[in-house]
Nanobody, 115 residues
Framework: QVQLVESGGGLVQPGGSLRLSCAASISMFSIYGVGWYRQAPGKQRELVARIISDGRTVYADSVKGRFTISRDNVRRIVDLEMSSLKPEDAATYYC?????????WGQGTQVTVSS
């Protein structure tokens, strides 16, 4: 059974940093693209960052220079390092793994940015 389990969310002050981690139980994990999405209340889920299977990274303009996505194919982990957090970064963050039309999602982890 495929599982993606996120961790690392929480409350952080504006300007602070947070690291999200996603543990994947997917065989042949390395052939999947992986990414982080977020959804704020009343808004659509949006892409935050993605690592394509060939290693290229894609970031939303709103997080470029502040967030870094990485993966460890041996440990089957996808991390999202977030810095200089803003109130508008507050959302539920979801881990995603995809290949072709197949998509797997985690249950989400809440990030709150507030003083």
């Amino acid at each position: 059974q495929v599982q993606l389990v996120e961790s690392g969310g929480g409350l952080v002050q504006p300007g602070g940093s947070l690291r999200l981690s996603c543990a994947a139980s997917i065989s042949m994990f390395s052939i999947y693209g992986v990414g982080w999405y977020r959804q704020a209340p009343g808004k659509q889920r949006e892409l935050v960052a993605r690592i394509i299977s060939d290693g290229r990274t894609v970031y939303a303009d709103s997080v470029k220079g502040r967030f870094t996505i990485s993966r460890d194919n041996v440990r089957r982990i996808v991390d999202l390092e977030m810095s200089s957090l803003k109130p508008e970064d507050a959302a539920t963050y979801y881990c995603n793994a995809y290949r072709g039309t197949t998509n797997f999602w985690g249950q989400g982890t809440q990030v709150t940015v507030s003083s």
